[in-house]
């Protein structure tokens, strides 16, 4: 079993819409949960970061991570296309020496 | 020059040649890492330094050799490569700290994208 899920897509939305993108993971130790956006030819970028269960908001992102299921989503409202890329999700915790674990990365379209 | 930098953005070599990869980081960070990125694959990371001494080798072959020359630098040189070694390279930093537990956030380069032939 992979350590980190996260389904590849592609996800095609218009614009406007609510996105919903989501990771599981099978290490119950991990505390720190990531997501990365990259764009084409680029590196990711870290766009939210969240410590234990809950839900945190910036601007029309929310991440949100639920520890007793180990799955976290990232939420993206009123979807642009400016919005279309790969969204990683990553973690990490005291379980193997605080490395980070990155999902494989889900790639996002939102039409015009 | 902010950020990470990462040169050559794009290289083609042969299975018998021999280049260097390069990272600079413009952040005063601590640690510089190496990540393989191969298509609908996660992010595989190679090598980490700390403070210029390398504290994580994730069984990588010995045709990638690091180095670390300073706090600001990286380096991957590359020889005999295989043609499944062709991905994305990236690189990325962060500031370690003993009370960061792995929370760091780690911030990446543009990648140079390797084709071996």
């Known amino acids: 079993q992979k350590e980190v899920e996260q389904d590849p897509g592609p996800l095609s ?6 996105v919903s993108l989501n990771c599981t993971y099978s290490n119950s130790a991990f505390q720190y949960f990531m997501w990365y956006r990259q764009y084409s030819r680029k590196g990711p970028e870290l766009l939210m970061y969240t410590y234990s269960s809950g839900n945190k908001e910036d601007g029309r992102f929310t991440a949100q991570v639920d520890k007793s299921s180990k799955y976290i989503s990232l939420f993206i409202r009123d979807s642009q296309p400016s919005d279309s890329a790969t969204y990683l999700c990553a ?14 990365g889900t790639r996002l379209f939102v039409k015009a | 020059e902010t950020g990470v930098t990462q040169t050559p953005r794009h290289l083609v070599m042969g299975m018998t040649n021999k280049k260097s990869l390069k990272c600079e980081q413009h952040l005063g960070h601590n640690a510089m890492y190496w990540y393989k990125q191969s298509a ?17 080798n994730n069984s990588v072959p010995s045709r990638f050799s690091p180095e670390c020359p300073n706090s600001s630098h990286l380096f991957l040189h590359l020889h005999t490569l295989q043609p499944e070694d062709s991905a994305l390279y990236l690189c990325a930093s962060s500031q370690r700290s003993g009370e960061s537990f792995g929370q760091e956030t780690q911030y990446f380069g543009p990648g140079t994208r390797l084709l071996v032939l």
């Open chain 1, 91 to 104: 973690m990490s915790g005291v379980a193997g020496g605080f490395k980070t674990i990155f999902g494989a």
């Open chain 1, 13 to 18: 939305v218009p614009e406007g819409a609510i």
């Open chain 2, 40 to 56: 609908k694959k996660p992010l595989e990371l190679m090598f980490v330094y700390s403070l210029e001494e390398r504290v994580e």
